[in-house]
């Protein structure tokens, strides 16, 4: 395996700040404050980590050299070679202070005991009880050389949430991949901010959807304050007791077919979002009546800043799942949750202090059953420091809720990513059966519906 050129290679790709702000990958930065909403990731019932397993096609045999390509890429990005320091001289604020990598202390190739997949799971589930020590950069990378139904070996990426988002990780990682068709050239960014649909002309369309957007934010900023405050969840046997983000996690993912995502998206004129939402309170539902024979109830899914219901209940029409999350989520792209919610959180930080902000984040979250989150990955093959990657699968652990639910595309294909605390939900891959079963019931209804209509 050949050594890949460092950041200063890599000046078209723009990685994100835990802020939301850019910075070329081989910029150099002085010290700077840790942003108070990476500050709010180590705060009790928030320390999260992003833990990412990537599938691939061949064994890393050259330990040597991929240890090399991480020290000339990752390890050069001013966040992995950073420590977050307190600071003395301004009261207590935490700054970021570069510091000397020992790629020793990143790099780990664990003896493996029994090379099959149940070890790949029981080595992530060990890793999610324990966190990384704040005197090194808040990072590790895992060599599995073990092969599993999916890929020859897995990588294990664990980063601390402070350090970034899913998206701004997404990038890094692109950043260290090369297309298997072309190992000269970086994959094609799919991370792109979509424009606003809004007219620009002042017609009664464009004054009658700013009035919906008003009311659309009045309401979800007040559910969002409610739930801050007191309004909870209706109990489902997937919610998890306090304190269950300090219980280990099972991490578990199952792989389908993105054209079967698109056929369905294309037929009912929606999202690939939509569909997957609804693939989802499908599976979901699936599974709970299953586990808890005639369960009915409500749930709520947390995206971020915007609070989400899913109603947990078998429909007849299965494409029913599919309208009802295309419905839910036109009328939040008509609402303003996400950019107030965030500017609530950033007023409490101004007014009373990073401890009262993390108690209130810790209370939304706790309140709301589960995380659900997306990010698309590249649409063509890449290798990953000379090893084709089969799949990428993130996660997180250290939340309040007892289930996480990811999905990430890659080429296509489309992997749900299953978080879970194995006291609430002891059986995740059945729940990744649900999944899979209620999307191929969904794609039967809409292929049947068009042979109909012919």
């Known amino acids: 395996m050949d050594v890949i050129p460092g950041f200063e290679d890599l000046k078209r790709i723009r990685i994100a700040k835990p802020d939301g702000q850019c910075t070329i990958a081989n910029g150099e930065e002085e010290e700077e404050p840790v942003s108070p909403m990476a500050r709010l ?7 999260i980590y992003i833990i990412t397993k990537i599938g691939l096609k061949t064994q890393i045999l050259d330990i040597h050299a991929f240890k090399a390509n991480l020290g000339l890429t990752l390890a050069k990005h001013p966040r992995f070679s950073s420590l977050q320091v307190v600071s003395k001289e301004s009261g207590g604020e935490i700054k970021w202070v570069q510091t000397e990598v020992d790629m020793d202390n990143h790099l780990i190739v664990p003896h493996i005991d029994y090379p099959d997949e149940k070890f790949v799971e029981d080595y992530i589930c060990n890793l999610s009880k ?16 073990v092969k599993t139904s999916d890929a020859e070996a897995v990588g294990v990426l664990r980063v601390h949430h402070s350090l970034g988002d899913g ?28 424009k606003s649909n809004l007219s620009k002309s002042w017609g009664l369309g464009f004054v009658l959807m700013m009035m919906m957007m008003v009311w659309n934010t009045i309401v979800d900023v007040v559910m969002f304050v409610l739930t801050a405050l007191f309004l909870k969840d209706t109990k489902t046997p997937l919610k998890g007791p306090p304190g269950v983000e300090n219980n280990p996690r099972r991490i578990v993912h199952r792989t389908v077919s993105l054209d079967d995502v698109k056929l369905v998206k294309r037929a009912m004129n929606i999202t690939i979002n939509d569909v997957v939402l609804g693939v989802t309170e499908a599976g979901i539902s699936k599974y709970l009546n299953r586990r808890y024979e005639g369960y009915k109830g409500q749930m709520g899914n947390k995206i971020g800043y915007v609070i989400l219901s899913f109603t947990i209940a078998f429909r007849e029409d299965p494409l029913e ?6 419905a839910i989520m036109s009328q939040k ?18 007014l009373f202090g990073i401890k009262a902000a993390g108690k209130l984040s810790h209370k939304v979250f706790s309140n709301t059953t589960l995380w659900f989150s997306n990010v ?17 699968a993130p996660t997180c652990y250290g939340q309040p809720n007892a289930l996480m639910i990811h999905v990430v595309s890659y080429v296509d294909k489309l992997t749900f ?3 879970a605390d194995e006291e609430t939900i002891p059986d995740p891959h059945q729940l990744c059966d649900d999944l899979e079963d209620s999307l191929k019931l969904v794609m039967a209804a809409v292929i049947a519906k068009q042979t109909h209509k012919v």
Not at 134 to 145: A, R, T, Y
Not at 376 to 392: D, N, R
Request: with cysteine; hydrophobic share 40%; charged share 20%.
């Open 376 to 392: 698309p990955g590249p649409q063509e093959e890449v290798a990953f420091f000379g090893h084709p990657v089969a799949y990428i």
């Open 333 to 350: 792209k008509t609402s303003l949750e996400a950019i107030y919610s965030h500017w609530i959180v950033k007023l409490i930080l101004k």
């Open 167 to 194: 998206a701004s990780l997404m990038s890094l990682f692109l950043a260290c991949t090369r297309k298997t068709s072309d190992p000269e050239a970086f994959p094609s960014c799919t991370i792109v901010t979509k």
């Open 130 to 145: 324990s966190t990384i020590d704040k005197s090194k950069p808040m990072w590790d990378f895992h060599i599995l050389n």
């Open 321 to 326: 799942y599919v309208r009802e999350a295309n």
């Open 41 to 47: 990731f180590h705060e009790p019932g928030c320390n």
């Open 417 to 419: 990513v299953l978080s």
